[in-house]
């Protein structure tokens, strides 16, 4: 969806604040919304396609206006809600008011480096041949769907050369909405960033993107 | 904007911090409650982020890949399969690409929907990678992000921008700083800086900072 997340080449955010000292969490329940988050969803009960989408489909004004853990804080409780793990009046109450769902797994303090060690890939087995080859002349579709999707706006409609097969891997526009893995052909595709942002950029720069195979003809 | 590393922030938004915290703290005591976590895993989870996994493991990568020709190939080659011999695996470092720079070419590394960022190597990511900022920025003004890290490059040299839209995580081996011929891996690891592996400054020179 186009949302505040899709931020590539927006203007207006400012200087980088480069600081080496800068911690990887700046408050205590920023640690706790971190471990939370990937506590539960050790749990199995969405992937992490839907995950980014909870996050991203928050209105754009509160996404931009919010603290990094903020965003994660407000994606968690909407999986869970969304997922029926607790209701609001639980979230509002702090206190388990209806039985806990069956979940998948639940994630011990022995099992959290195996599970971390051990990830989760998500190259598949391929279904079809892929359509295209290194150096094939490809252009992303424009296309705005309303669900959540991983081609960036400002690749759409632009032409670009495959640069690199990446295999076959889970496609994040199916398995978000729940509707399955939907394995399809990941390629990195090479663009010049005059072709992406006017002539008065330059020509000898490239950008490199991962697109799947339906966002390209 | 600087939502979640600037000062003013933390000054203007001082109550919210506690309302969150609360929050936080019911919401916690509620999923313990309900079994769907187990409060010691949540302190290991942040102690494995916070002290365990971080860049000293990108590190050891690239000086492994300077120190040997052998292993640099592989590393560019199956950069999955050279990275996980080291040990460095898991989550958010599946379907690991590394990208190098040479005199012509120099890499930038971002996420420009979320913040997708190589944890077995890197750790966590910095407050800036995740800024609206640099995820903005770097795709369209790359070279003046760069300046930004003080690092100026000649129009000779090439930039390419990785935006990480897959889950591809992207890993830039820096150049090897002149003057190291005799190092050990161990004294070339030391100059190998988180950004020079992210793409936003070089390797750290002999004697550097």
Redesign the interface.
Known sequence: MNSGHDLGGMMGFGPIENDSSDPNFHANWEQRVFALTLAVGATGSWSIDTSRHARESLPPHHYLSSSYYRIWLDGLEKLMLNAELVNEQEVAAGKQLIPAKPVKNILTADNVMPAMMAGSPYDRVHQAEQQFAVGDTVTAKNMHPQTHTRIPRYVRGKTGVVDKIHGCHVFPDSNAQGLGEDPQWLYRVKFTASDIWGEEHSSKDMLFVDLWEPYLV | ??????HD??HAEGSE?SD??L?????????V??????P???????D???TK?GPRNGAAVVAKAWADPKYKQWLLDDASAAIHSLGF???????M?VVENTEQTHNLVVC????CYPW?VL??P???Y????????A??E??K?LG??GLELP?SV???????????RYLVLPMRPKGTDNLSEEQLAALVNR?AMIG?EQATPIGGA
């Open positions: 904007m600087a939502h979640d590393h600037s922030h933390d911090l969150i915290d929050r936080v703290r019911a919401l916690e005591s509620l999923l409650e309900k079994g769907y976590v187990d010691e895993a949540l302190d290991v989870l942040i494995t982020y916070e996994i695996t898991g989550r958010q470092g599946e379907h690409i420009t929907l979320c913040s077995p750790g966590l910095p407050t800036w995740k800024s609206p900022a640099y995820r903005s920025r795709v369209i790359p070279r992000v930004e890290f129009e090439a930039v390419h921008v990785h935006d990480s839209t897959a889950e591809t950004n936003t």
